[in-house]
């Protein structure tokens, strides 16, 4: 008994598994299916999906666009991308053109060419619309200096800047040689200032004179009247007519920008003028835009 005592019992050794390698062979065959699965649906081309994008694109540009040339032609029946030496012009024969050679040359020479029509169509609405905001500012202060009883006391127009409000000077906004402010330019500038003041636009005053020189102490030249001028006008609209003078800028001309030739008798009293340009809010490119549609109204 005590042999048996001291008999060390052991365990039964475990047989080993030969067969694990087929778990892992049988993981890698799916992985293998799978992905072969997923290259070929990948490499399918869906006409559904295809002719949507092409529809999206087209609806986009506001034209017709083929995402490569020759659009769904290029999609043989069975549904596969037709191969490089397709003859995109349709001849029977001849040179390969040079859309086939290098399709995407093509492609992005017509996407470049619709964006640069999208943009000048996207400016030519800007201004548009600028114009009208200035066309029916135009309109009030025509109807503003008419019920104050001077009609006539301004002329407006367009030009590349914007629009101009044209006021003569001499006998009207100012005494004859001088910068002081008649009562009758005040009671115009009074009638001007309400619309002016609710435009969000900036506003230069330009101030003109004719070629008739001047010299007295205080106006050496036209160009201190012209300038002394100006800044009159825009110092009375920041006061008196409440408009900010972050908003506006003043500038004296003297006679370097006549509107009638000094061959023209009306040249001197036409000539000597303040104008009160209210700048259009549009790039400076679009100005000459701004000029000829503004004046076509």
């Known amino acids: 008994m005590s042999g048996k005592r001291r008999q060390i ?13 087929l778990v892992s062979y049988a993981d890698m065959l799916t992985l293998l299916m799978v992905l072969f699965i997923v290259m070929y649906a990948v490499s399918q081309v869906d006409k559904e999906k295809f002719a949507a994008l092409r529809v999206g694109l087209q609806a986009g540009f506001g034209s017709p666009v083929d995402v490569m040339p020759g659009g769904t032609a290029l999609l043989d029946p069975g549904g596969n991308v037709a191969p490089d030496s397709v003859n995109l012009s349709g001849d029977s024969g001849g040179d390969v053109p040079s859309a086939a050679i290098d399709p995407q040359a093509k492609t992005l020479e017509t996407t470049e060419k619709q964006v640069a029509e999208l943009a000048k169509a ?3 609405a800007q201004v548009s619309q600028e114009v009208k905001k200035l066309q029916e500012a135009m309109e009030k202060l025509k109807k503003a200096l008419a019920e104050a ?8 127009r367009f030009d590349e800047r914007g629009l101009v409000a044209t006021i003569a ?3 009207v906004l100012f005494e004859n040689a001088s ?14 200032a309400p619309t002016l003041r609710s435009l ?14 001047i010299s007295t102490a205080r106006y050496p030249s036209n160009w201190e009247l012209s300038a002394g001028r100006a800044t009159g006008v825009l ?19 003297a006679a370097t920008r006549e509107r009638l030739p000094p061959s023209d008798p009306r040249s001197i009293n036409v000539n000597r003028r303040v104008e009160i340009v209210v700048l259009a809010i549009v790039d400076n490119s679009a100005g000459r ?5 503004g004046n076509a109204g």
């Not at 009883?149 to 407006?156: L, T, V």
């Not at 008196?240 to 506006?248: F, L, V, Y």
């Not at 835009?289 to 549609?293: C, F, H, T, Y």
Request: aromatic share 6%; proline share 4%; charged share 35%.
């Open 9 to 21: 019992e052991e365990e039964p050794e475990e047989h080993e598994n030969h067969e694990r390698w």
């Open 122 to 124: 996207t400016e030519e």
């Open 149 to 156: 009883g001077m009609k006539d006391a301004a002329s407006f």
């Open 169 to 171: 000077t001499d006998k």
């Open 179 to 192: 910068s002081a402010m008649r009562p009758q330019g005040k009671k115009i500038l009074d009638a001007l």
């Open 200 to 213: 969000p636009n900036r506003m230069i005053i330009d101030g003109h004179t004719n070629r008739v020189s």
């Open 235 to 253: 110092r009375y609209l920041a006061w008196k007519g409440r408009i900010s003078a972050t908003r506006m800028s003043a500038t004296g001309y």
């Open 289 to 293: 835009a701004v000029e000829e549609l």
